[in-house]
T-cell receptor, first 112, second 110 residues
Framework: DGGITQSPKYLFRKEGQNVTLSCEQNLNHDAMYWYRQDPGQGLRLIYYSQIVNDFQKGDIAEGYSVSREKKESFPLTVTSAQKNPTAFYLC???????????FGDGTRLSIL | QKEVEQNSGPLSVPEGAIASLNCTYSDRGSQSFFWYRQYSGKSPELIMFIYSNGDKEDGRFTAQLNKASQYVSLLIRDSQPSDSATYLCAVMNRDDKIIFGKGTRLHILP
């Protein structure tokens, strides 16, 4: 079954802890993106990758890190430097830069 | 700052009527335009995309683009209660970045 899988669905972070959000796709899409959504707000771009072993910062990259070692996978780490991590995190992919993006089901991150 | 503006709503429309959702964008060089539907607590789902001036129809949905006025709209005909959601407008600007609006909440009244 083709698609974008994000895990976990819910995640809790303790003070000073790094947490990693998973995003896996079997659509054979080159480009992958991470967004953050806060209540009543639009989507804000954290990081994106258009090819394996390469990624670029988005508008709000501070406190986050990513890797793109495989085409299928684009994990996002929320580091302890991100002081306000509570949000809904969305992973998206597209086949080419001007094509529509498709989203995974999201991960909801909260602070304990 | 290259922006995408939407009325936050809520927009209340009687069941069976036409819902009209509007979006303006600031970058005149924008190339691609997308509409997403997002139910509460869920991820965005692509509804329509449009690249050229004019109308594009898909079932009950019509996207309208006017690049001269920097305006894109989504019409939903025969509105159903299941259409109640937040609709996000997204625009790819000349830097190949997609900018999302904050969304319009649509409420279909039974």
């Amino acid at each position: 079954d083709g698609g974008i899988t994000q895990s976990p669905k819910y995640l809790f972070r303790k003070e000073g802890q790094n947490v990693t959000l998973s995003c896996e796709q079997n659509l054979n899409h080159d480009a992958m993106y991470w967004y953050r959504q806060d209540p009543g707000q639009g989507l804000r771009l954290i990081y994106y990758s258009q090819i394996v072993n390469d990624f670029q910062k988005g508008d709000i990259a501070e406190g986050y890190s990513v890797s793109r070692e495989k085409k299928e996978s684009f994990p996002l780490t929320v580091t302890s430097a991100q002081k306000n991590p509570t949000a809904f995190y969305l992973c998206a992919t597209n086949s080419q830069f001007n094509q529509p993006q498709h989203f995974g089901d999201g991960t909801r991150l909260s602070i304990l | 700052q290259k922006e995408v503006e939407q009325n936050s709503g809520p927009l209340s429309v009687p069941e069976g009527a036409i819902a009209s959702l509007n979006c303006t964008y600031s970058d005149r060089g924008s190339q691609s335009f997308f509409w997403y539907r997002q139910y509460s607590g869920k991820s965005p789902e692509l509804i329509m995309f449009i690249y050229s001036n004019g109308d594009k129809e898909d079932g009950r949905f019509t996207a309208q683009l006017n690049k001269a006025s920097q305006y894109v709209s989504l019409l939903i005909r025969d509105s159903q209660p299941s259409d109640s959601a937040t609709y996000l407008c997204a625009v790819m600007n000349r830097d190949d970045k997609i900018i999302f609006g904050k969304g319009t909440r649509l409420h279909i009244l039974p």
